[in-house]
């Protein structure tokens, strides 16, 4: 079964720096996608980011960025000056042929 | 302790039909989200529900749909008269309390023919 390990339940970051959020995952697939979502207090869940394992090359999308260890299986979320509307839960997600796991999420808080 | 557990794993209903789908949280986790990726597209919340209270349905549908979480036994995401549109993985998750970590169930496929 593919699980999906985030281990920090909670981070805190200062405004303007920048906080990476660790992701962790199990499988034996060598072809998938993963996913880092982030969920504000409205509840409405936005796709931050996404990588295809096939692509080396990191997914980068303004200021989030990440960094994808195939070999290490691991999958973290940098979020380069932080903005106070980053404070949210970001969840880690992994998806192989339709079937989709989460990570429990971390809650990042950003200080001002 | 058994993750968060859905089923069936996969429904297929025709249209018209009612779909009913099952979330059994965590032990010791009161409160439920209910969440529906349609292909092609991300996560969207549906609702939240705490023990036999509906804390936020605001992402989810006027009509068909509805929720429940009673006192005893799972939670119950009900959509009647299915549509081809509701064909879709819907995802429930647990936690312990508002605003904590959220323990995702493998996803109940819906398809509706």
């Known amino acids: 079964a593919q699980t999906v390990t985030q281990s920090q339940p909670e981070m805190s970051v200062q405004e303007a720096e920048t906080v990476t959020l660790s992701c962790t995952y199990d499988t034996s697939e060598s072809d998938y996608y993963l996913f880092w979502y982030k969920q504000p207090p409205s509840r409405q869940m936005i796709l931050v980011i996404r990588q295809e394992a096939y692509k080396q090359q990191n997914a980068t999308e303004n200021r989030f960025s990440v960094n994808f260890q195939k070999a290490a299986k691991s999958f973290s979320l940098k979020i380069s000056d932080s903005q106070l509307g980053d404070a949210a839960m970001y969840f880690c997600a992994y998806e192989n042929n339709n079937d989709m796991r989460f990570g429990a999420g971390t809650r990042l808080t950003v200080k001002p | 302790n058994a993750g968060v557990m859905q089923n069936p794993r996969h429904l297929v209903r025709r249209r018209g039909q009612e779909a009913r789908l099952r979330c059994s949280p965590m032990?010791?986790?009161?409160?439920v989200y209910w969440y529906r990726q349609l292909p092609e597209e991300g996560l969207k919340f549906m609702v939240y529900?705490?023990?036999?209270?509906?804390?936020?349905e605001s992402g989810m549908p006027k009509e068909r749909f509805s929720a429940e979480f009673p006192k005893e036994g799972p939670s119950i995401l009900r959509i009647q008269q299915v549509v081809r549109g509701d064909s879709a993985a819907y995802f429930c998750?647990?936690?312990?309390?508002?605003?904590?970590?959220?323990?995702f169930g493998p996803g109940t496929r819906l398809t509706v023919t």
């Open positions: 529900l705490q023990k036999e209270n509906i804390i936020d």
């Open positions: 998750a647990s936690s312990p309390q508002m605003g904590t970590e959220q323990y």
């Open positions: 032990k010791g986790h009161s409160h």
